[in-house]
């Protein structure tokens, strides 16, 4: 007989910053990679990872561990939001 194991999970932030001044950028942590986007951007991202780990680490957990609920929440709290949030936020400004 054959034994099935466990695939152990596995979860990852990735991180695009879209907007350039010419420097190629590559941050990466256990849990996440962040590529390109100017100084500022990839600085804001950044942080927001290491702070969304933060919040993960106070809770006793992994990215992995979280619902997409409770992942949401956390992103939400450091100041990430999804894109369709966002696009309602800009069109109520309009």
């Known amino acids: 007989m054959v034994e099935k194991r ?6 990852m932030m990735l991180g695009l ?13 256990p849990n996440f990679a ?13 942080e ?3 702070k969304i780990n933060e ?3 106070a ?3 992994k990215l992995e561990d979280v619902s997409r609920e409770e992942f949401d ?3 939400h709290s450091v100041g990430l939001q999804r ?8 069109d109520k400004q309009e």
């Open 17 to 29: 910053g879209l907007d350039s001044d010419g420097h190629k950028r590559v941050t990466t942590g």
């Open 48 to 50: 927001k990872a290491i």
């Open 83 to 90: 894109r369709k949030e966002k696009d309602k936020d800009q």
């Open 55 to 57: 919040k993960l680490a």
């Open 34 to 46: 962040l590529l390109g986007g100017s100084h500022d951007t990839h600085e804001a991202m950044t």
């Open 6 to 11: 466990k695939k152990k999970k596995a979860a």
């Open 73 to 75: 929440e956390i992103a």
């Open 59 to 61: 809770k006793g957990k």
